[in-house]
């Protein structure tokens, strides 16, 4: 077994850390050596309003243990809440070595009762939040040539009508994910996705499990450790490590399952001219998945789409 990955000297900034599992992050990195930004707006589950006594909370449980840590209640939404969040972490230590993309919201909702305002305001906070974030700590990570992210999504990118806009908004972010995964490459700072699976407010919420149908817990609900944060942290810790094997890639941690979430395409058919009549008779070929490839960026699609034609061509000859 490896030996212990630590963050001896390494500022971590985590977003949404005034609860669940953005306490949990923090704590555990404080633990291991990190310096921590506890950002927290402190809104609701829906992600309205604010409480800068969450984020305040969390850094004292952190100082009292002998860590070190400052608090910052900031909105990730705007370019100004981004950048006050990234400077507590340089005024303070002078670096930003991990950001923790973890801040989020969560209204359940369908058609036709979905609207624009629910779904701008997930997307504002899941995706323009995580880049607003990453983006105002970007030259601190490229000047030192080192950098570690941690984006958040769900297995609700998957897709869920009862949820479409937190669906949605999870969903952009493993395409912002990805992007940045490129961009950093060249700098010595890699970009990663985590979908976690644990048991918080944003499960246990009444008027969550109300929308979605599920059955109210009891009164004397007790949560269950295996359902809870722990076991989504040995993910976080590998990600958000120098150690870290992987790079524009989404993972699934919680409830002990590990594994890896892929984009891939089909090599489909070569068909120039195809009528609309003859693309539907041959929907089985290309929906088939034999011979699927994985892509990791758009440019790799490219060029796998440009081999079949190359292929193609060559058997004409």
């Not at 992050?25 to 409480?51: F, H, M, Q, T």
């Not at 984020?55 to 100004?80: L, Y």
């Not at 120039?272 to 990791?296: K, M």
Request: hydrophobic share 45%; net charge negative.
């Amino acid at each position: 077994m490896s030996s212990e990955l630590r963050f001896d000297g390494q500022v971590a900034i985590i977003t949404g850390a005034g609860r669940g599992l953005g306490r949990a992050y923090a704590l555990a990195l404080a633990e291991r050596g990190a310096k921590v930004v506890v950002n927290d707006l402190g809104g609701d589950v829906a992600g309205i309003g604010s409480d800068a006594g969450l984020a305040e909370a969390v850094a004292s449980e952190i100082i009292e243990a002998g860590g070190e840590a400052v608090s910052n209640c900031s909105t990730v939404v705007t370019e100004e809440g981004a950048q006050a969040i990234v400077d507590a972490a340089l005024n303070q230590w002078g670096r930003v070595d991990i950001v923790v993309n973890n801040a989020g919201n969560l209204e359940p909702g369908g058609l036709p009762e979905l609207t624009t305002e629910g779904l701008e305001r997930h997307i504002d906070i899941h995706a323009v939040g995580a880049f607003n974030v990453t983006r105002a700590a970007w030259p601190a990570m490229v000047e030192q040539g080192y950098g570690r992210v941690v984006v958040t999504t769900s297995l609700s990118s998957f897709g869920a009508g009862h949820m479409i806009a937190y669906s949605t908004a999870k969903g952009a972010t493993i395409s912002l994910g990805r992007s940045l995964a490129d961009a950093g490459a060249g700098h010595g700072i890699l970009v990663n996705m985590i979908a976690p699976t644990a048991e918080t407010r944003m499960v246990t919420d009444p008027e969550f499990r109300e929308k979605c149908g599920l059955p109210p817990l009891p009164d004397d609900h007790e949560p269950d450790p295996g359902r809870g944060p722990d076991p989504v942290l040995p993910m976080l810790f590998v990600l958000a490590h120098e150690s870290c094997p992987s790079n524009g890639e989404t993972f699934i941690a919680g409830l002990g399952r590990y594994a890896r979430i892929f984009w891939a395409e089909t090599p489909g058919i070569i068909a120039p001219g195809i009528a609309a009549e003859e693309l539907i008779d041959r929907w089985d070929e290309i929906s088939n998945p034999a011979g699927y490839v994985a892509q990791a960026l758009t440019a790799d699609s490219v060029r796998f789409r440009e081999g079949l034609l190359a292929d193609v061509l060559a058997d004409g000859s």
